[in-house]
C-alpha cells in the first residue's frame, strides 16, 4: 500500500537491532485518519472471507484491528497479556516469546468470545519473526474456529516470520513489506504482476 | 446515553466486589459499531473544546478513544503501561495504583508526542476511582499541556473517582454513569433537565 510506505519512508526511524520505529503515528501515536484508510484496506482483502471476527492481542494492534472490524462490520476480540501463567478452563491461553522484550508472556482470551463457528481475521500492526501471530493462530485453532488469514501494517520481511507462515499455506497480507533496511534505506518487497 | 445504558442493562453482569463485567462488547471483545458510536457521542461533546490530542492508555481505552479521535480528526496518543520504573528523561512517566489488580505500575509518554501547545481529551472504557485518569491528567500537566477534559465510556459513579476530579473543576463525562449496582439492578445517574 504505496500511502503506508511513503509514510514509512517520510516518519520511520530504523534504530540498531532491526528496530523501526513508527511510533509517531502507528504504534504509540495513532494518525487515526491513517489507520482508518489501513482497517479499510484490510477489510478489502478479506471482504469475501466471510470473517465473524476480528483477533488481536493488546496493545498496539487494537486501533488497527477496530478500524478493519468496523469497515468488516465484526466484533474485535483481542488477547490479553497476562502476568501469571496459571490455567483456567474459561480462556484459550498460549505463551508467545516477545522478540522486542526478550521475554515469555501468556495470551489469553476467553472462551465464550472465540467459538468452532467463527471464521478469524488477525490483525497486528507488525509482523517480524511471527511469535504473536503464531499465538494468535494457536488460540484459533484451539478455539476450533477457521483461520481466514493474517493481516499487519507492516512486516519486517527479513525476519521470516510472514514468509514461514506463507509456506503453512496461511494466507498473510501485509499493507507495507519490508524486504531490507539500514539506516540509510528502506527497500519493499513488491510482488511480480 | 440510552444505547449505552441499554446494552449494560442487557449483557453487563455485575460480579462481588463492585466488578461490571462488560468484556462483550466494551473490552475484551469490542463491539465496533457501538464503540463508533459511542466514540462519536464524546467528539460532539468536546466539538468546541478544540482538541489536539486524546490521551488514553493501553489496552482497553485504546479503541474507544481511536473513534472519539477519529471524529474529532486528532492523533490519539497511549499511554504504555511499563514493568520498569527507570527513569528516562524522554518519557513523562508517572505511578498509577490499579484498583483491579491491586498493584501499581508505572504509565509512561513519550515526550515527543505531547507538548505544551497541545489541548488533551483523556479517553478511558472506565472510571471508577480514578487513579489512571489522575494518572493521565499528571501526565498532561507534566507536559504543559492544557486538558479539555475526559471521558469515558462507563463510570461506577459510587466509587467517587469522577465526582472527586469534577469538584476540581475538571470537565469529566461519562456516557453512562452508574449510580448503584447490584446483582438484581443497576441504577444510573441522570442530569437533571
New interface residues.
Given amino acids: 500500500m504505496e500511502l503506508l510506505e511513503k509514510r514509512i519512508l517520510s516518519d520511520g526511524v530504523v534504530l540498531p537491532g532491526n528496530v523501526l520505529k513508527v ?3 502507528l504504534n ?6 491513517l ?2 484508510l489501513l482497517g479499510g484496506e484490510i477489510a478489502r482483502l478479506f471482504r469475501e472471507s466471510r470473517v465473524t471476527k476480528v483477533l488481536t492481542i ?3 494492534g ?2 488497527l484491528a ?2 478493519a ?2 469497515e468488516l ?6 488477547a ?1 497479556k497476562t502476568p501469571s501463567s496459571n490455567q483456567s478452563s474459561e480462556v484459550f491461553r498460549t505463551p508467545i516469546v516477545s522478540y522486542t522484550h526478550k521475554n515469555t508472556y501468556m495470551a489469553a ?2 472462551k ?2 472465540l467459538s468452532a463457528s467463527d471464521r478469524v481475521l488477525i490483525v497486528d500492526d507488525f509482523l517480524a519473526t511471527g511469535e504473536a501471530l503464531e499465538g494468535l493462530i494457536r488460540i484459533t485453532e484451539e478455539a476450533g474456529a477457521f483461520l481466514a488469514g493474517c493481516a499487519v501494517a507492516v512486516e519486517k520481511g527479513f525476519q521470516g516470520g510472514g514468509d514461514s507462515l506463507r509456506r503453512r499455506g496461511i494466507r498473510v497480507e501485509a499493507l507495507a513489506l519490508i524486504d531490507r533496511m539500514t539506516d540509510r534505506e528502506i527497500v519493499f518487497r513488491h510482488e511480480k504482476v
Same sequence: chains 1, 2.
Fill in positions: 511510533g509517531s503515528f504509540q501515536q495513532i494518525d487515526v485518519e489507520l482508518a493488546e496493545a498496539s487494537i486501533a477496530a478500524f472490524a468496523a462490520r465484526v466484533p474485535v476480540v483481542f490479553k482470551v476467553a465464550e468470545y
